[in-house]
């Protein structure tokens, strides 16, 4: 069995920074894309980000200047960082990862179960 961690959320003042971490365990043989969604209530949940497994990067427009996603794949992790953060921007944050668990190009979807990025207003 997959899991998703997420770890780093917090209260961030308007303006300020925060760096999000998402640790994927269990059974893979290789992850392939990572990416951070949000969903705002009663909206669908969101792309905010992702990375390939050789690095290449995707931003929403929303974020582009102001969010960097990264990823150690040493340790099956993916980061992002938020800068100039919003208080109207919708949250929590979930990571996702698209993993095969046997080496044999079958992909599955994993989630994390969302992180909450509070803003003081």
């Known amino acids: 069995q997959v899991q998703l961690v997420e770890s780093g959320g917090g209260l961030v003042q308007p303006g300020g920074s925060l760096r999000l971490s998402c640790a994927v365990s269990?059974?893979?043989?290789?992850?392939?894309?990572m990416s951070w969604y949000r969903q705002a209530p009663g909206k669908q949940r969101e792309l905010v980000a992702s990375i390939g497994s050789g690095g290449t990067t995707n931003y929403a427009d929303s974020v582009k200047g102001r969010f960097t996603i990264s990823r150690d794949n040493a340790k099956n992790t993916v980061y992002r960082q938020m800068n100039s953060l919003d208080p109207t921007a919708p949250a929590p944050y979930y990571c996702?990862?698209?993993?095969?668990?046997?080496?044999?190009?079958?992909?599955?979807?994993?989630w994390g179960p969302g992180t909450p990025v509070p803003v003081s207003s």
């Open positions: 996702f990862a698209s993993y095969d668990p046997r080496a044999r190009m079958i992909l599955h979807p994993a």
């Open positions: 269990g059974s893979i043989s290789r992850i392939y894309a």
